[in-house]
């Protein structure tokens, strides 16, 4: 998940963020020849409001090409998204 996908949108939608945190954790077994799974824990603080942050996370989810790859090889993804009010 590339969160640099939101910047556009955050820009175009006017959505305030003022401090976005992500880390991603992969498992890729010696004897895989790819990731086989991803936990990504997303941390945003922002005054706005919990329903447009979770619209602009679902924006952000389905249009992330990375994440669209993950998903159509069958590679489990695990979302965390922790939003804190400013």
Not at 15 to 39: G, M, R
Request: aromatic fraction near 6%; hydrophobic fraction near 35%.
């Amino acid at each position: 998940m590339h969160f640099t996908d939101i910047l556009p949108y955050e820009q175009k939608k006017r959505v305030s963020v003022s401090y976005l945190k992500v880390n991603v954790k992969a498992e890729k077994p010696d004897d895989a020849k790819t990731v086989t799974k991803a936990d990504i824990e997303i941390e945003v603080t922002t005054n706005e409001s919990e329903d447009k942050i979770n619209r602009v996370w679902q924006h952000t989810r389905d249009n992330c090409p990375v994440g669209q790859l993950f998903e159509g090889a069958g590679i489990p993804v695990n979302y965390n998204l922790k939003i804190i009010k400013k």
